[in-house]
């Protein structure tokens, strides 16, 4: 079956520092790809998606490229800030039986100190 | 456009009561989705709505768990009796297309004591 398995957490960093959270993917068929962010208190946002081979999501300094050869999404970001500072799940959606059915990872934690 | 509305947003209750989750999704949306994350683990898919129908409720962990969309707008999940293992954040979500690209609700964090 399909699966989503990322970097466990946490991850800390000082700000202005480079950010690389892993993720990579198990599909039978060409799924898409997204990252989600959830702050605290809040619900999970979109924060980036890629739906095919090779395209490059990018929103808010945060980029992942699609690798199909090596079922990987890396989230990255040159120059993370205090307010980056959230639970990042990785995804992806293919089409089964049931449908377009999105799975999840486990969510990496990311603190940013100042 | 109003967001994806949770109620409540938490519920502490004992093992063997009834409690009902509410979710508000966006207007429009004819897909709705149930996810829960338990122990800070994986978020895992539970059903998801096309309008009023269940399309896939392939996640649903047993018979414990009863979710309906009476009229295609909002939605309840409901825990009857609730055991301890149930408890986490339950998710709820909401998209014009099925093909990925939700928007979240804030999650009801529920604990059976």
């Known amino acids: 079956g399909n699966s989503v398995t990322q970097m466990e957490g946490p991850v800390t960093l000082s700000e202005e520092a480079f950010l690389t959270i892993n993720c990579t993917y198990t599909?039978?068929?060409?799924?898409?790809l997204f990252w989600y962010v959830q702050y605290p208190g809040e619900g999970l946002q979109l924060l980036l998606k890629?739906?095919?081979?090779?395209d490059k999501g990018s929103n808010k300094g945060f980029e992942a490229t699609y690798r199909k050869e090596t079922t990987s999404f890396h989230l990255e970001k040159g120059s993370v800030q205090v307010s980056d500072s959230a639970v990042y799940f990785c995804?992806?959606?293919?089409?089964?039986?049931?449908?377009?059915?999105?799975?999840f990872g486990a969510g990496t934690r990311l603190f940013v100190k100042a | 456009e109003a967001g994806v509305t949770q109620f409540p947003s938490h519920s502490v209750i004992e093992k063997g009561q009834t409690v009902t989750l509410r979710c508000d999704p966006i207007?429009?949306?004819?897909?709705l989705y149930w996810y829960r994350r338990v122990m800070g683990k994986e978020i895992k898919f539970l059903l998801h709505?096309?309008?009023?129908?269940?399309?896939?409720e392939s996640g649903m962990p047993n018979n414990r768990f009863l979710a309906e969309r009476t009229g295609g707008t909002y939605s309840t999940l409901k825990v009857q009796p609730a055991e301890l293992e149930d408890s986490g954040v339950y998710f709820c979500?909401?998209?014009?297309?099925?093909?990925?690209?939700?928007?979240f609700g804030s999650g009801t964090r529920l604990t059976v004591v």
């Open positions: 890629a739906t095919k081979a090779d």
């Open positions: 979500a909401s998209s014009q297309v099925e093909t990925g690209g939700y928007t």
């Open positions: 995804a992806l959606s293919d089409k089964g039986t049931g449908g377009f059915k999105t799975i």
């Open positions: 207007s429009g949306h004819d897909n």
């Open positions: 599909a039978t068929g060409y799924p898409s």
């Open positions: 709505f096309v309008k009023e129908s269940k399309q896939d």
